[in-house]
């Protein structure tokens, strides 16, 4: 063993900067950390916005073994989602306790499910909120060194997404801007106690209404007044995270950004616009579709978005895939989609986030105990469902982060 002199030992952590590194801000195309290094998001989609509106997979696993088999992959973020009901309840009368929230959310089986989570998860008592589970899994994804990116996935806690949920679009039967803008608010300012908290996403895939009756017009100029605002309350409820916006038609289209293109009625997208520029991320979503050769996925996915990765973009921004995923019940990790994605995103050196971590969902759309065949583990979240899928999704872990070293 090497002897260390005791008084290097001493100075060792005010010379080695550690984790989180936060804030976060972009520069041009590039997110970096508080020292300047880039930061490249490799990480993958951990649902919480459902009926429970309580992060999946509790009743098979604890928090602490999910986030070791996410460290295992060598990822960096998780997009965690919630639901702007539950701020809407703390708003009404304070958050409830997980057993009024399994009760809520699956009825007669709630508390068998409660009594399962408790049993995985024995630091939570019959005390617990929901909030506070978030809370727990911000907590061990800080300990092992993995940042929070938290998603506003709907309104209502249902899964996402259709066009006649009534969470589509600004002013739908189910998403009052009001209390969307109130429930970003608070998640930005409560969220500031996370060391590892590091962006936000204000809304998962806005979409087109079918009965456009209640909401506003379906436009991008709506999308930037609607955008601006509740960017604006969200930096100033938290200046330190970065703000992502996700565009039209379930987030695939972003394409007047980039270029700053006419939005309507003469309104353009410029980032001077922001005081807060430099926390502005774009984010595309996209999922495995029939295309039978990768330049069929790769000059759409960039004309509609990764384009303001470019050098020259008007609007020069990252650009973080936020959902993309394929079915790991077979073998499509080896077909052209996945295998195009995992080229792209090194090629384009930017961030993305796999759909989705669990094999699992207490509920969806209905039917309880939904089994996730695009999760990366199995239905009990106990391992990997596919090992040749994982050892694919590593190299792209690996293939990205080397990419903007
Ligand atoms: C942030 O920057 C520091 C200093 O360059 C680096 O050591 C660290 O690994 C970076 N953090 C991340 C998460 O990339
Ligand atoms: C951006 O700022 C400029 C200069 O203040 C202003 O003229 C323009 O209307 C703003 N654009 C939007 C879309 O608000
Ligand atoms: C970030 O990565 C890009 C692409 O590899 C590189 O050109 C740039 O210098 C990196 N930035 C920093 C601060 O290392």
Not at 69 to 95: C, H, P, Q, W
Not at 202 to 208: A, C, H, Q, S
Not at 284 to 290: F, I, K, P, V
Not at 342 to 357: D, E, F, I, N, S
Request: proline letters at 4%; aromatic letters at 12%; hydrophobic letters at 35%.
């Amino acid at each position: 063993m090497r002897f260390i002199p005791a008084l290097l030992v001493a100075i060792v952590p005010s010379i080695v900067t550690a984790f989180p590194n936060t804030p976060l801000k972009t520069s041009g195309q590039f997110i970096v950390n508080s020292s300047g290094a880039n930061v490249t998001y490799v990480g993958v989609n951990w649902p919480g916005a459902g009926e429970v509106m309580i992060p999946e997979g509790l009743q098979y696993q604890s928090i602490s073994s999910i986030v070791s088999k996410i460290k295992s992959l060598g990822m960096n973020v998780v997009r965690l989602t919630f639901a702007i009901e539950m701020i809407d309840d703390i708003k009404s009368g304070g958050d409830v306790t997980l057993q009024k929230a399994f009760q809520k959310g699956l009825g007669s089986n709630g508390d068998k499910v409660y009594q399962q989570v408790l049993k995985n998860n024995p630091q939570f008592t019959a005390s617990t909120t929901r909030l506070e589970v978030y809370d727990a899994i911000a907590a061990e994804l800080a300990k092992q060194d993995i940042y929070v990116h938290l998603d506003n996935h709907m309104s209502k806690g249902k899964w996402c997404c259709s066009t006649n949920d009534g969470n589509t679009w600004f002013g739908d039967t189910d998403f009052n801007v009001n209390n969307w803008k109130r429930g970003l608010q608070y998640m930005a300012d409560h969220s500031k106690k996370w060391p590892n908290m590091a962006s936000i996403g204000l809304r998962n895939e806005l979409r087109k209404p079918d009965n456009a009756g209640k909401s506003l017009a379906y436009n991008w100029a709506v999308w930037y007044d609607q955008i601006k605002a509740a960017a604006d309350t969200v930096n100033a409820a938290n200046p330190n995270i970065l703000i992502f916006l996700s565009g039209l038609d379930y987030d695939t289209k972003l394409t007047p950004i980039p270029g700053g293109e006419d939005l309507g009625s003469g309104k353009k997208f410029q980032l001077s616009n922001f005081s807060y520029k430099d926390k502005l991320v774009l984010e595309l979503h996209n999922y495995q579709n029939s295309a039978s050769k990768c330049s069929d996925i790769e000059g759409p996915l960039w004309d509609n978005g990764f384009s303001a990765t470019w050098p020259t973009a008007v609007n020069k921004m990252p650009v973080v895939l936020t959902e993309f995923g394929f079915s790991n019940a077979d073998k499509s990790y080896s077909g052209v989609y996945a295998t195009c994605i995992r080229k792209l995103m090194p090629q384009w050196k930017t961030g993305w986030m796999v759909w989705a971590v669990g094999g699992s969902y207490y509920t969806r759309g209905g039917t309880q105990d939904y089994e996730e065949t695009w999760g990366l583990l199995n239905h009990q979240w106990s391992d990997w469902r596919n090992k040749d899928a994982i050892s694919a999704l590593k190299g792209m872990v690996s293939d990205t982060l080397k990419s903007v070293k």
